[in-house]
């Protein structure tokens, strides 16, 4: 099975800041990506997929990039609708795996 | 629009089995890449579980091997989740979600786009 880790597990960062959240793959997937964001009592929601393609209605600050093991999530100025925990996925291989999240929360 | 809903929250006692529903809604079931995702209280999502249209079998999360049993009922619209031998870490909100949509025998995944409201399942003696 393919272990997804994310890092940092939490991060304190300021309305308006950039920030960058690292997924790494024990073995390679490819493109096979996914980034997901998820905020206290709901449904995660997907934000990218293929490693940097933004789903319809996803703001333009997110941005993905990535192959093969390493991958990152960019937000380029944070909203305050931002703060919330990301998850990354990979969908390469059964069984599938997520990350164990990175928290971003209000500095 | 799809659309998938899940059956209400559900009270175990350790040992016993849960299933968990999900019914589509708005899209061609039959095609779709249906998986399973639960989350314990504060912790992250967990992946357990995926059926494919195409192939029909389902494929399982190591941790979960011979408790779990995933089926899809294209009659019915309805993908279920069945959980045995109950115990209290299973304590969760169990989430299905479309990850992909077949044609023929091609698959196309791009990520759980869809996603049911979640399902409580408390196990508690």
């Known amino acids: 099975e393919i272990v997804m880790t994310q890092s940092p597990a939490t991060l304190s960062v300021s309305p308006g800041e950039r920030v960058t959240l690292s997924c790494r793959a024990s073995?390679?997937?490819?493109?096979?990506l996914a980034w997901y964001q998820q905020k206290p009592g709901q449904a995660p929601r997907l934000l990218i997929h293929?490693?940097?393609t933004r789903v319809t209605g996803i703001p333009a600050r997110f941005s993905g990039s990535g192959s093969g093991t390493e991958f990152t999530l960019t937000i380029s100025s944070l909203q305050s609708e931002d703060f919330a925990v990301y998850y990354c996925?990979?969908?390469?291989?059964?069984?599938?795996?997520f990350g164990q999240g990175t928290k971003l929360e209000i500095k | 629009q799809v659309q998938l809903v899940q059956s209400g929250a559900a009270v175990k006692k350790p040992g016993s089995s849960v299933k968990v529903s999900c019914k589509a809604s708005?899209?061609?079931?039959?095609?779709?890449?249906l998986s399973w995702v639960r989350q314990a209280p504060g912790q992250g999502l967990e992946w357990m579980g995926g059926?494919?249209?195409?192939?029909?079998?389902?494929d399982y999360a190591q941790k979960f091997q011979g408790r779990v049993t995933i089926i899809a009922d294209a009659s019915t619209s309805t993908a279920y989740l069945d959980l045995s031998s109950l115990k209290s870490e299973d304590t969760a909100v169990y989430y299905c979600?479309?990850?992909?949509?077949?044609?023929?025998?091609?698959?196309?995944?791009?990520?759980?786009?869809?996603w049911g409201q979640g399902t409580t399942v408390i196990v508690s003696s």
């Open positions: 979600a479309r990850e992909g949509s077949c044609r023929s025998t091609t698959c196309l995944y791009y990520g759980a786009d869809v």
């Open positions: 708005g899209g061609t079931f039959s095609s779709y890449v």
């Open positions: 059926i494919n249209p195409v192939s029909g079998t389902a």
């Open positions: 073995h390679s997937v490819s493109s096979n």
């Open positions: 293929g490693a940097s």
């Open positions: 996925q990979q969908y390469n291989n059964w069984p599938r795996a």
